[in-house]
């Protein structure tokens, strides 16, 4: 586990900016515009 040592926070970051774009397009799509009607 020597080798992915150095990756780990790298991974951490790659999540949480995954977690947070999915959060961020989740809430534009309902916070936003409500262009899109069909959800309902």
Same mark, same amino acid.
């Given at each position: ?10 991974? &951490? #970051?790659?999540?949480?900016? =995954? &977690? #947070?774009?999915?959060?961020? =397009?989740v809430?534009? /799509? &309902?916070? =936003?515009?409500?262009r899109? /009607?069909?959800?309902?």
């Open positions: 586990m020597d080798y992915l040592s150095p990756y780990i926070p790298i991974l &951490v #970051l790659l999540l949480l900016t =995954g &977690v #947070l774009c999915t959060a961020i =397009g809430l534009a /799509t &309902v916070l =936003g515009p409500r899109i /009607t069909r959800i309902k």
